[in-house]
Structures are given as structure tokens and as C-alpha cells.
């Protein structure tokens, strides 16, 4: 059984900045994308970043140029460093693996396996 881990998830004020960290707990395919999605109260999970094999890296347009998504050395590890938040970035934020370890995907549904979630916080 794969787990993801998420943790770095906090209360911060408006302009401040968390990082959050996703673990593999095992690998056992050897090539992914890693992604980061976020749900916020009564709105549907959406995109936030991924992160391919070979590093090409995708950001939404809510993020882009305030999130940097990044990986560990051994890979099965997945950053998302957060500046500049905003009280609309509060939201649940989950780690996500896609086993096809290229492309641009966006949705869900293309991702095979789930962390738990961590929450974030921004207030005003």
C-alpha cells in the first residue's frame, strides 16, 4: 500500500509564506508525476502544481509566480513553497502521484494515488 504524506500545512497571515512537503512512504513504480491540489469549503478540488519526471514543472494561473513546486533528490519526496499567500489560498491541500510521468494533467481523475490533505490557512 502507497502513502502520501502530507504535512507544513498552518495558519499564516496574508503576504506570508508556508512550505508544505509530501513523503512516498514506498516506492514501488519507478517513474511519476507529482502533483499538489487544494479544496477549499464548498468549492470543488482544484489544480495546483505538478511536477514530471524529468522536473518540467505546471502551475495554475491563481499561483503562478507565488508557488514553486519542487522535488527531493530521491523524488519521492514533493515541495510546494508558498509566498505571497492570500486569503483565497485557504484551503485543504492534498499530494497527488500520476504514474504517467509526463504531460500536462490537470484533472483529478489522472491521479492514482491520494495523500490525506493538509490545511492551510491565510488570514487577512
Known amino acids: 500500500q502507497v502513502q502520501l504524506v502530507e504535512s507544513g500545512g498552518g495558519l499564516v497571515q496574508a503576504g506570508g509564506s508556508l512550505r508544505l512537503s509530501c513523503v512516498a512512504s514506498?516506492?514501488?513504480?519507478?517513474?511519476?508525476?507529482m502533483g499538489w491540489f487544494r479544496q477549499a469549503p464548498g468549492k470543488e478540488r482544484e489544480f495546483v502544481a505538478r511536477i514530471n519526471w524529468n522536473d518540467d514543472t505546471y502551475y495554475s494561473d491563481s499561483v503562478k509566480g507565488r508557488f514553486t513546486i519542487s522535488r527531493g533528490n530521491g523524488k519521492n519526496t514533493a515541495y510546494l513553497q508558498m509566498n505571497s499567500l492570500k486569503p483565497e489560498d485557504t484551503a485543504v491541500y492534498y499530494c497527488?502521484?500520476?504514474?504517467?510521468?509526463?504531460?500536462?494533467?490537470?484533472?483529478?481523475?489522472?491521479?492514482?494515488?491520494w495523500g490525506q490533505g493538509t490545511q492551510v490557512t491565510v488570514s487577512s
Open positions: 497527488a502521484v500520476d504514474l504517467t510521468d509526463w504531460g500536462t494533467s490537470v484533472a483529478s481523475t489522472a491521479y492514482d494515488y
Open positions: 514506498r516506492r514501488t513504480f519507478s517513474r511519476y508525476a
